[in-house]
């Protein structure tokens, strides 16, 4: 048995599941609605206010999307009750966000600045720190949206490993080279 798949997925904070004829699961909660189509073979029940997902054999196919689908039901549940969120830094001089309505400009030591549209589903807000507009905000429901989003900002300008300048998660850890030296 999969270590994931076998536990079952706690309703909790209000989350509500519907799981329809052709195996698709959609849950309902405070925040929002989500849902995912479940492959034909992997069985999805509701047993004593949890989710239980079970496979009918021991096939390499079946035990990979045993787990698999019982983490995304566990991300749903998890997203319409609390939500995502990730934190990116901005560092470097010049190097800033700020929002115009509900696009994130960017000025990343290019020539232009750069105009960010979120998808919809995702929220961005942008925050000071050290005096400076550096931090920005990513919240949502979907785990894998704002996980896209944020990589896809990250993306625009990752950090440099010689100053240290560019867009970074809040905990990343950037590895340090050293510069040139003169020869003597």
């Given amino acids: 048995m999969s270590r994931i798949g076998k536990l079952p997925v706690a309703l909790t904070g209000g989350a509500k599941v ?9 849950v309902t909660g405070p925040k929002g609605t989500l849902s995912v189509q479940v492959d034909p073979d992997i069985a ?6 949890e989710v239980v997902v079970t496979r009918p054999t ?7 999307m045993h787990g698999l689908y019982r983490s995304l039901i566990q991300n749903m549940v998890t997203g319409v009750t609390d939500g995502y969120k990730k934190d990116l830094e901005i560092i470097g001089v010049g190097y800033r966000a700020q929002m115009q309505g509900n696009l994130l400009e960017l000025a990343l030591g290019f020539s232009h600045p750069i105009y960010f549209l ?4 995702v929220k961005l ?10 931090l920005v905000h990513i919240e949502g429901i979907d785990k894998q949206l704002v996980g896209q989003v944020a990589a896809k900002i990250r993306g625009l300008r990752p950090p440099e490993p010689y100053k240290g ?6 905990d990343e850890y950037v590895r340090r080279k050293a510069g040139k030296t003169a020869a003597r």
Wanted: hydrophobic share 20%.
């Fill in 118 to 121: 979120p998808p919809e589903g």
């Fill in 58 to 64: 021991d096939q390499k196919r079946h035990r990979s």
């Fill in 44 to 49: 999805v029940k509701l047993e004593d206010g």
């Fill in 165 to 170: 300048k560019g867009v970074r998660y809040v």
């Fill in 18 to 26: 519907d799981i329809a004829s052709n195996n698709t699961v959609t």
């Fill in 125 to 134: 807000s942008v925050t000071e720190a050290r005096g400076k507009n550096t």
